[in-house]
């Protein structure tokens, strides 16, 4: 028979263990996480939301079907590094969230002196981003009808509105916009499609409006019919303000805007560089060769040399090829999710090129934040059918590395949650550093 104080000593300890495990249970969206991704989230009990926005059903972090010329397949809508070559997020750095909601209504709503501001739209949001205190939208106003505006943040007002395409970007430097749409074909001719091309300032007025000539002396001849001057463009160009030009753009062309004054632009095998001289683009050069856009390196060109593909490599500002190492690794296919160095790129969901920083760690949190917040998608998908068919494998997660925030949404929620500072954290700032 055991005796009756050890007994009573026994049921003691059990009642004390069980009083602990009540205790430390863990709230909705703050899960314990376990395995690989604790190392990255050590010494935390759990992530604290900052704040959280509840979202009435039907809207949503999404746009409204718009995308880049040059992006051929749909961005992820949690967005990469929230840089401006990137495309378009609906989650805005750690400042907001771009929302689209029902009846062709559309906001911004920015978490700002820790109180959510709002900027709303009567027409849905193709596009939005957001730049120190510049807050830059498109809007969709009818099937193909679009308009871009300029907006100072915190106060809401206007600096520039005009008609434009369906897209909108801000330069690699974030000094200026470039914006644009397709020229209609005023023939029957089965050339290249126009892309239609504009850059308007962050500050001041809109520049006189231009149309680059196309009249170099050395360079080739643009394709017939095309449009030189602005008297020869459609009643929507020619109502598009600032140094305009146009482009011929077909399938798999490439961008690259690395600031107000350089526009590079390449596709089918050739490739052009612009210059913004007096008001008036002009071509600085052009050649044979794919054009591999690496923001905010440079430009590197793939081109046949005797029998041989070279690898070369020009900075940003300039026109100056210079024959790269052929001992570097191949390069990753063209893709804006890239963030270049001169020794190595990396992605927001860590795909690696080249040589890095050894503080550079594996990204381990968005790991983490979809398991510590699978509770509260779960609960929001039993309160509303529409959840599994917006979120249909769990919460999306949106990091903001440079900004050390992650964005969630669980369905009827965004939560704003910050990162537990890393050794990574601190490197890609360094790395990514303007």
């Known amino acids: 028979m055991i005796p009756q104080r050890y007994l009573i000593a026994t049921l003691f300890i059990a009642a004390m263990l069980a009083l602990v495990m009540i205790v430390r249970v863990p709230k909705p969206g703050a899960n314990p996480v376990s395995g690989p991704v604790a190392g990255e989230v050590v010494g935390l009990a759990a992530f604290e939301p900052e704040t959280e926005l509840r979202l009435l059903d039907g809207w949503s972090p999404r746009f409204s079907g718009a995308q880049d010329p040059d992006q051929w397949e749909p961005w992820p809508f949690e967005g990469g590094f929230g840089l401006p070559w990137e495309p378009a997020s609906p989650y805005l750095e750690d400042q907001g969230l771009a929302l689209n909601g029902p009846q062709s209504t559309s906001e911004v709503r920015l978490w700002r002196g820790q109180e959510w501001r709002r900027y709303a739209f009567d027409a849905p949001l193709a596009s939005a981003r957001l730049r120190g205190n510049r807050l830059l939208v498109t809007l969709r106003m009818g099937p193909r009808r679009f308009e871009t505006r300029l907006i100072e943040i915190p106060e809401g007002r206007v600096l520039w509105s005009t008609a434009s395409g369906a897209w909108s970007r801000f330069a690699w430097d974030g000094a200026a916009v470039l914006l644009g749409a397709f020229e209609p074909h005023k023939d029957k001719d089965r050339g290249p499609l126009r892309l239609l091309l504009t850059v308007l300032p962050l500050e001041g007025d809109s520049p006189m409006g231009s149309l680059a000539p196309w009249d170099e002396a050395d360079l080739p001849t643009p394709p017939p019919v095309w449009p030189k001057t602005p008297e020869a463009l459609s009643d929507d160009g020619r109502d598009l303000p600032g140094p305009r030009l146009v482009v011929p753009w077909t399938p798999g062309s490439r961008l690259a805007f690395p600031r107000r004054d350089r526009l590079w632009v390449g596709g089918e095998g050739r490739w052009t560089a612009w210059q ?41 500002d300039r026109v100056a090829f210079e024959l790269g190492s052929r001992d570097d690794a191949p390069w990753p296919a063209p893709d804006p999710a890239w963030a270049w160095a001169p020794e190595g790129a990396l992605t927001a969901w860590d795909l690696r090129w080249g040589k890095l920083p050894e503080a550079l760690g594996a990204e381990l949190n968005r790991a983490a934040l979809a398991k510590a917040f699978k509770a509260d998608w779960i609960a929001a998908s039993r309160l509303r059918a529409s959840v599994r068919g917006w979120l249909p494998a769990g919460p999306e997660i949106a990091l903001r590395e ?7 949404w669980v369905g009827d929620r965004v939560i704003l949650t910050r990162l537990p500072e890393s050794t990574r954290l601190r490197a890609l700032r360094k790395w990514l550093k303007p």
Not at 277 to 303: D, I, K, M, N, Y
Not at 308 to 315: I, V, Y
């Open 276 to 316: 913004l001289t007096e008001g008036v683009w002009r071509r600085a050069a052009e050649g044979q060769g794919s054009l591999f856009p690496q923001p905010p390196r440079g430009l590197g060109l793939v081109r046949l040399e005797g029998e041989e593909a070279a690898r070369l490599w020009s900075p940003p």
């Open 402 to 408: 440079l900004q050390g925030v992650a964005w969630v």
